[in-house]
């Protein structure tokens, strides 16, 4: 990005897990001029992050202002935690998944405020969420609700793979009757505007079929290849987009195929999150597709068996936060500024 650097929201995600060590590691980072590209803000609670420097040894030297706007140096917004008392690593509880609820909350209150350019989010814990009474499946259908999103979808992205998908975090015996010609060309058109802003030019996508070998002509499945998938490609492709399928999933992420094309899109989450996760585990960043703001975050879980022993790995926060940089849009920190559909 060009001109002033940029204001990003990070929230600290379940504070029982790797995302408070995470931050505190990120701001780290930013003393050390990492980050000339923005201004990240962490969202969360002090108390936990103070709990958590102390127990890890990361310095926690970062000034707390009381809203992003006041924000000149990477800083912390605080953010009420009533139970920070009673949150110990590794133990999931419904006043952590509260915790991790209201930092994304506040966070998108912010963006929509023009307070900050984009948000990148720490993990959090699905059931810690819901036992806060907030059930939603993950970040994604979340950050879809509370930003009115008539359309949105996973990406996770890398530079040597990225993959899409058509469905995300539901039983597998769901996914038949959740594909539609609709969802499927929503996902392609997402992830075609996407990369076209990732990347600077029009991507080259492929598409996974639901079945072994894609269906084999209609030897397993109910032809969702033939009745949903392929008519979908098809309509893409007379809207100018580049793309081709459907075909195995277990052939999609060659050497070969990930040479030849910047994106797969995927039917289901394992579909695509086992090789990712496989290649570009450190690397890789979710980015949801179709909201008004950029946001993404790590492709990793809470780690609570890990959580506050000062062992995380940073590599995907690092790259989420300089992914959301570069979404961004570019205009002076502090100030409205169009925010694009991505």
């Not at 209201?102 to 990148?120: D, H």
């Not at 990369?195 to 080259?204: E, H, K, N, V």
């Not at 894609?214 to 098809?234: H, K, M, S, T, Y």
């Not at 399928?245 to 995927?266: L, N, S």
């Amino acid at each position: 990005m060009t001109g002033f650097p940029q204001r990003l929201a990070i929230t600290l995600g379940d504070p029982a897990g790797i995302g408070p060590e995470l931050c505190l590691k990120l701001l780290a980072a930013c003393q050390a001029g990492q980050f000339p590209d923005c201004i990240p803000v962490i969202f969360g609670s002090v108390p936990v992050l103070r709990r958590v420097a102390a127990a890890t040894g990361i310095p926690f030297t970062a000034p707390i202002v009381p809203a992003a706007s006041a924000a000149t140096a990477p800083a912390v917004v605080p953010l009420e935690c009533p139970d920070a008392d009673t949150i110990h690593p590794g133990q999931m509880t419904a006043a952590a998944g509260e915790a991790a609820f209201q930092a994304c909350r506040s966070a998108i209150a912010a963006a929509l405020a023009g307070e900050v350019a984009g948000i990148v989010t720490c993990p959090l814990n699905k059931r810690a969420l819901h036992a806060a009474g907030y059930p939603y499946p993950g970040h994604t259908e979340l950050f879809a609700e509370y930003l009115s999103a008539s359309q949105s979808c996973m990406m996770q992205y890398a530079d040597d793979i990225a993959c899409s998908f058509v469905t995300t975090h539901v039983g597998y015996a769901e996914v038949p009757q959740l594909l539609t010609m609709k969802r499927i060309g929503e996902v392609l058109d997402l992830t075609d505007a996407a990369l076209r802003r990732i990347r600077g030019a029009a991507p080259r996508l492929l598409v996974c079929g639901l079945n072994p070998h894609a269906g084999e002509d209609g030897l397993f499945g109910n032809r969702e290849e033939e009745r949903l998938i392929a008519p979908a490609i098809q309509a893409a492709v007379a809207r100018g987009i580049n793309c081709v399928g459907p075909v195995p999933g277990d052939t999609a992420f060659t050497p070969y195929a990930r040479k030849q094309y910047d994106a797969v899109v995927c039917m289901y989450h394992d579909q695509g999150h086992i090789p990712v996760k496989m290649i570009a585990f450190d690397r890789a960043v979710n980015v949801t597709l179709g909201l008004p703001i950029p946001r993404t975050s790590v492709d990793h879980g809470t780690a609570f068996d890990i959580a506050w022993q000062g062992s995380a790995d940073p590599g995907s926060l690092f790259q989420a936060v300089h992914l959301a940089a570069k979404l961004a849009p570019e205009d002076r920190a502090g100030t409205k500024a169009p925010l694009p559909s991505i």
